[in-house]
């Protein structure tokens, strides 16, 4: 009957008000609820039922029922917390946090309410992970797949691998003077016509360790009481400067491979008569031998008597043999034994230096217990003297920063010897800090600087520093291995020992970095000096200690050690696939003066300058940190969990991520802000955040709930008053039925 009828559809009525009700009061019951996403209830009518009518079929309502019940993802308010972890989405997306405990339980929310845990995840309120992306240090990208964002409560150390030195160097600092001091004895007499000349060779030794031979002529004319002169590089047969008749008793030169400025002064030449010869002296030690090899194939000896810087009388024994390969075998000996026929018969003499298959005629070896240098040429084209069967050569040497450097005393260099110092810190790869000095001086040459980078040589641990017997070199080439040893060379590597690189900066007018050149490095293995760059400021391709010239950056690159790992002797084959990479034992540091290399040297924007005001470190800083341990993490709207440590670093450590849904209505409410996947929802993709879609991250920020109360409000009051007039239909309903009923009676 209709009436019944009439229950049952009233009934649908209070039955999905009802339900609307409850959607009402979990909406406001979750009004502080953190990024609750409020639900929207709607109804439908409940299919008809036809019945016959005068007119035809009609169709009676049976009630209302709910068509759909959705969550709403508009966005929430934010509100700011103090929470560095707390983060709220601002866009589309959800937070994907994953149950450690169980195997696939991943679950999405908007609560980004997180904190760290006693074992460092990053964690919800019911301690699900949140999961992230790791970021690479190098790249700044995010690596690997998405994981348990887990913090690093300590920082490892980073060695370092580039130092930033940027300073002014005064202008007007004088440059250095190098003044060559002859002395002898030229008399001319006045009553006979002409002049006297008098002639003399030496050797003015370069930074690159190359001898320049100078022949000097002076000719005194009493008459007329003045000087001729004629100052000549003989390995190019050019002059270097002359003079005729003139009055002055000096002049400058330039030397031939360095072009630094050097002053001849022979003001002290006398001209006393007869007894007195006539002879020019030039000071300082013997430093350079030249004899003539002999291709017999046959051991044969040289002895030679020099002086040293003390003035002493050493004896030297070289000797030479020409072998079946096409190469020499030789051998250098200090205080030989009389009578020795070979090599071999020299047993108690010093060894000086020794080769085995040499290609080169050029070799040098030191003064037994001294780090004095004597070059030794035996080239058979060689034009000696006759009679002592050698050219024995005394020896002027520009001063340089690395000479003055001498780690065998307790302060290595004197405050003299430079016009400027900056220091910083590095660290090795165990997080040791090492202090770095910098000396910078001018040369004899206008506009030309040279700089010297020490460590503390008691930190220096290179191998040559701890070898008996450093300065040892093997090559292959030509299929036959040469062997070199320089046995004397202990005490110069002793001497050296602190020294990380040498060269000399050009600047233009404008004050800026012209170019690099005789740029020099100690070798690691060896201690001999390695030059990195050039006279002409060009890189080597290959540097003789098989490192690359230049860093990864274009900067010049010096090799260290302050592990002291050791490593066996190094054969360096030429077509090892691993040339130019430095070891692991070694530490490669670049050096940034604010230029780099690249075609040729180009400045940039903070750099080393010359300019007329006071020597002054502008800048310094160097990418190498000890361990930290961790301070403070903070997150930026681009979901990067940053950390802050103690040692200075700040690391961009994890990348939030984030996932969204093609249905995210469909997807399945589990409670304590969380939702899960179904297939309704679609699969969720994930992306970083402001990506693909994805909103981004405020940080310090929780979003609220987007429950408007004065809608629900509204809305409560239709429901009540839809509520009442479904409960009238189901009384009057029922009064209608009483009255029926009542027609029995």
């Known amino acids: 009957m209709g009436l019944t009828n009439a229950l049952f559809t009233g009934t649908s009525g209070l039955r999905a008000l009802g339900h609307g009700m409850n959607v009402i009061g979990d909406n406001v019951a979750n009004l502080n609820t953190t990024a609750f996403k409020g639900a929207r209830i709607t109804f439908s009518d ?79 309120p019911q301690g699900l992970r949140v999961q992230g992306w790791k970021i690479d240090e190098i790249t700044n990208d995010i690596t690997g797949a998405l994981t348990d964002i887990r913090i690093d409560r300590s920082s490892p150390p980073v060695k370092t691998t580039k130092i930033d030195m940027i300073t002014n160097l005064d202008a007007r600092t004088e440059t250095r003077v190098k003044v060559i001091s002859i002395s002898g004895n030229i008399y001319d007499d006045p009553d006979q016509q002409g002049s006297t000349t008098v002639e003399t060779d030496f050797v003015i030794r370069d930074i690159d360790q190359k001898d320049n031979k100078i022949k000097l002529k002076l000719e005194w004319d009493a008459s007329i009481q003045k000087w001729s002169y004629t100052i000549i590089d003989v390995k190019n047969n050019t002059t270097l400067a002359s003079g005729t008749n003139v009055t002055t008793s000096r002049t400058t030169i330039e030397i031939p491979t360095t ?205 040559f520093v701890r070898d008996a017997l450093p300065m040892q070199w093997w090559y292959e080439k030509g299929g036959v291995i040469q062997k070199v040893e320089i046995n004397s060379g202990k005490v110069f590597t002793e001497e050296k020992r602190g020294i990380l690189m040498y060269g000399r900066l050009e600047f233009d007018n404008q004050g800026n970095v012209k170019k690099f050149y005789h740029v020099y490095r100690l070798d690691a293995n060896t201690g001999a000096l390695v030059q990195v760059i050039d006279e002409k400021g ?44 430095v070891r692991n034992d070694l530490q490669g540091i670049e050096l940034n003066f604010g230029y780099f290399f690249k075609d040729a040297w180009r400045s940039e924007s903070v750099r080393t300058t010359q300019y007329a005001t ?60 969380l939702f899960r996947e179904t297939t309704h929802s679609g699969p969720p993709v994930t992306g970083k955040p402001g990506t693909n879609g994805l909103g981004t991250i405020a940080p310090n920020s929780l979003e609220q709930s987007n429950v408007d109360l004065g809608e629900q409000f509204v809305k409560m009051i239709v429901f009540q008053r839809g509520f009442q007039a479904d409960a009238r239909i189901i009384t009057v309903s029922d009064t209608m039925l009483e009255e029926l009923i009542n027609l029995k009676r």
Do not use: C
């Open 614 to 673: 006071s020597n002054a470190t502008l800048f310094y800083d160097q990418n190498g940190f000890g361990p930290g341990a961790l301070e403070s993490i903070n997150v930026d709207n681009e979901g990067r969990v940053i950390g802050t440590y103690s040692n200075g670093r700040v690391i961009p450590l994890w990348m939030v991520g984030l996932a969204n849904f093609n249905a995210p209505e469909r997807l399945q409410r589990l409670g304590a802000n």
């Open 259 to 463: 072009k630094e400025q050097v002053i001849i002064d022979w003001s002290a030449v006398t001209h006393d008569p007869p007894p007195v010869e006539n002879y020019l002296n030039i000071p300082g030690r013997h430093g350079r031998i030249e004899i003539k090899g002999s291709q017999q194939g046959q051991w044969e000896s040289k002895d030679v008597t020099l002086v040293d810087a003390n003035g002493t009388n050493r004896n030297i024994r070289i000797w030479l043999r020409y072998n079946q390969n096409g190469r020499w075998d030789y051998y250098v000996f200090e205080n030989p034994i009389a009578g020795a026929n070979d090599p071999d018969q020299e047993i108690g003499a010093i060894i000086l230096a020794k080769g085995e298959n040499a290609n080169e005629t050029n070799i040098f070896f030191y003064l037994d217990g001294t780090s004095q240098r004597i070059n030794l040429d035996w080239d058979p084209n060689n034009i000696v003297d006759p009679q002592k069967g050698y050219n024995l050569y005394t020896l002027q040497e520009t001063f340089t920063l690395f000479d003055a450097w001498n780690a065998k005393n307790e302060v290595p260099i004197q405050s003299t010897a430079y016009s400027y110092r900056s220091t910083l810190f590095i660290y090795d790869s165990l997080g040791t800090p090492h202090e770095i000095t910098i000396y910078y001086s001018p040369t004899t040459k206008d506009n030309v600087w040279e700089f010297l980078v020490t460590s503390n040589p008691s930190e220096d641990q290179r191998d």
């Open 46 to 124: 409940i299919m008809a039922q036809s019945i016959n009518t005068s007119a035809g079929s009609g169709q009676l309502g049976r009630g209302a029922s709910i068509q759909a019940l959705y969550q709403l993802f508009t966005q929430g308010a934010f509100e700011s917390t103090a929470s560095p972890t707390d983060m709220a989405i601002a866009g589309a997306g959800f937070f994907i946090v994953r149950n450690p405990k169980a195997t696939g339980a991943v679950f999405y929310t908007r609560d980004g309410q997180f904190v760290i845990d006693k074992d460092g995840y990053l964690i919800n």
């Open 538 to 581: 060009q890189p080597v391709p290959l540097p003789e200690d098989k490192f690359l010239a230049l860093g990864p950056n274009g900067y010049p690159l010096l090799i260290a050690d302050f592990l002291g790992i050791d490593f066996e002797f190094d054969y360096y084959a030429p077509n090892d696939v691993n040339q130019g990479a």
